[in-house]
């Protein structure tokens, strides 16, 4: 996705004049005309803050960014270290450690909510989360006793919330959580 949204602001500096081509362009008279880019373009450039040259773009992009923000989203309760009950990952080695270690792509998952799309959630919560991440799980065990697992679990940020009146819950991935439990 970063790869995706840094080759769209390249190409829209590039049209803008604001990287230097490798062989100079002539410009005729049409190309005088306003540039116009199509809104899936916009949306992805006006998220892109961490691309910003200056801080005007970067208040442009939350001016932006606010415009999606619902008069009608409530949080009603943000949970963050929130673990999923289900198990990504487990070993066992009764008396010794274990090593868990391998890469989950985790997706946030929205419940009711009248339909709000994760632009909106992430939007009205600061607009911090990844809709898909790719998370490494790499966690040791300590010595293990007869009968004990090590599981990895995913982490996020559990979200409840009402949007035009209809509730809803979120869950956004952030992390991994390892632990021993009984087996």
């Known amino acids: 996705m970063k790869k995706a949204i840094i080759a769209t602001m390249f190409a ?63 949080a009603t309760s943000i949970q963050p270290g929130t673990r999923m009950p289900q198990v990504i990952s487990s070993c066992r080695n009764p008396g010794a450690t274990c090593t868990l270690d391998r890469s989950v792509t985790a997706t946030a998952t929205i419940s009711g909510g009248a339909g709000i799309s994760f632009e909106v959630l992430n939007a009205n919560l600061g607009g911090s989360y990844s809709e898909s991440v790719t998370l ?41 959580d390892c632990r021993v439990q009984a087996g």
């Not at 300590?142 to 869950?171: E, H, K, M, R």
């Open 12 to 74: 829209i500096s590039s049209v803008m004049g604001l990287a230097a081509p490798a062989i100079p362009a002539e410009r005729t008279p049409a190309d005088a005309r306003p540039l116009e880019f199509s809104q899936e373009v916009l949306r992805h450039a006006s998220t892109a803050t961490e691309f910003a040259s200056d801080s005007r773009d970067v208040s442009i992009a939350a001016a932006e960014r606010a415009n999606i923000t619902a008069a009608g989203f409530e």
């Open 136 to 176: 490494g799980v790499s966690c040791t065990s300590p010595t293990l006793g007869q009968g004990q697992l090590y599981n990895a679990y995913l982490q996020g940020t559990f979200v409840i919330f009402t949007y035009n009146g209809t509730s809803g819950t979120a869950f956004l991935p952030t992390g991994i």
